[in-house]
């Protein structure tokens, strides 16, 4: 048994899956239809066979952009089986490269706001003190405040 597929890696299958044109294209007019589609109307849309239609489908089923079930597209069948028929799934898919998480970044920016003020004030204030306090001379090894000779200076 193959080990599980983490989340991030089915997404980017997703988007692979899509990188060939028929298949983005047969995904495309499914999500647009509103209405389960079977092979047929697929093949239809983008000029192929059915069975290669098929092929693409069950890929695109494979990857979780869509999901496969057997029913009649219009209601009752009286002949034969019924077909199969394909709809977009309701998990959304996305991807982003290099990961970006949101969360993290949220969590960082309120810890900082709320603890503003608790272990030393902020730069922009240590840099005010550091000023009325040098002359004066009271402040002899406060940490300095200029720019590091490597850096650029406005002119």
Known sequence: MPPP???????????????????????AFIRRARHPVTRDEAAATVGISRELAAFHLDKLVDVGLL???YA????????????????????????SIPDRRHELLADLLVQAVVTEGETRPPLKRRCARQD????????????????????????
Do not use: H, W
């Open 132 to 155: 009325s306090g040098a002359k004066n001379s009271a402040r002899k090894n406060a940490p300095s405040c200029a720019l590091p000779d490597s850096a650029p200076r406005e002119a």
């Open 72 to 95: 009649a597209p219009t209601g009752v069948r009286e002949v034969g089986r019924q077909p199969k028929v394909y709809e977009p799934t309701v998990t959304p898919s996305r991807v």
């Open 67 to 69: 999901s496969a079930r």
């Open 5 to 27: 597929i983490s989340s991030d890696a089915a997404a980017i299958d997703s988007v692979n899956a899509l990188g060939e044109g028929t298949r983005r294209q047969m995904f």
